[in-house]
């Protein structure tokens, strides 16, 4: 149980199972070859479950790269002593390149210009720079164009003072689609086979997110890069991948009332109870990144039981109908996550939200204080 110096004194929180996030890892690895490499994406706070915590372990775990979506994540990771590589997935302005050198991170590259710009950075530090170049096979995201992919390739490897690292492209469709992504997979063939006719060799080649490690064998290439499976989460149904969700998330009754039948909860009135009851209150709320959307659907853990939140969803309260059973103030409740026999999943959350596990995973705010296990 954690104590205030952990969560200070509002009973809500999250704890983060570090022991099931190297479990996952694993898993994830044991269905590689030995000689794949494998990045994990870490962007968004390492999906909400805390970049730095999550970073160091993984790093600690012999993680090959991290993935992050901009400069200033990769900042954070190097002004927390880690030092693995890091690939910053996302675009950034030419203007704002220079913590890049400082900071020893490793940028994607999309087009001549920034190509340039990397190679005056490089030159003035006096130090070469590792770059991935990102490929557009079907996205239509960043990245450039596939037919165009070939002669940039050909003129980037031709600046001294940057080096081409990694060459990667991603799939918008491995979930819905095998025939697109299997061609996306093949196009990426033929673009390597053309390099390596020509004489351009590049070290890291990675094409598979989630999905596609898990489906998709022929995408490996030599490094992989998930996100949502290391994090115990299911990108689709039926992933022939065991996982152990890796984030919980709990907090505690303040208030318990008895009400008669016809009692309205909340704005709006948008429950009323039709029988007398017990509602009680959780000091959480879309303040927190819980979804309103969730307002009289999303169950919730009192007792090992299963109850369902009442009325609108509040900034930073929730009720809960929970019937004639006994609950008594400081009682745990759980919103993610286990309570005896009974489990709350993101993917549940996701699909009474209608959204995606990420999107709940990321949500949740920072005033959501984590809490680290072991
Ligand atoms: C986030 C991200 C991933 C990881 O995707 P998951 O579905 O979480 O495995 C891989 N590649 C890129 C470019 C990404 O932005």
Redesign the pocket.
Known sequence: MPNKKEIGYRPTWAEVDLNNLADNLRKVSAGLSPKTRVLV?V?ADAYGHGLIPVSKKLSGLGVDFL?VASIDEGIKLRQAGINIPVLI?GVVLSKDISPIAKFGLTPTVCDEQSAAAFNRLAKRSGRRLDVHVKIDTGMGRIGVQYKDAFKLLQKISRLPAIRIEGLFT?FPLADINKRFTLAQIRLFDELILGLKRSGIAIPLVHVA???GLADYKNSHFNMV?????IYGLY?KENLNIKLKPVLSLKSRVVFVKDVPKGFGVSYAHAYVTRRPGRIVTLPIGYGDGYPRNLSNKAPVLIGGRRFKICGRICMDQIMVDVGSYKVRVGEEAVLIGKQNKEEITVEELAKLSGTIP?EISCGLGSRIPRVYRP
């Open positions: 994406t962007k993935g997935l991603h997110n989630s999905v890069r998930p996100g949502l499976v990108p990420y």
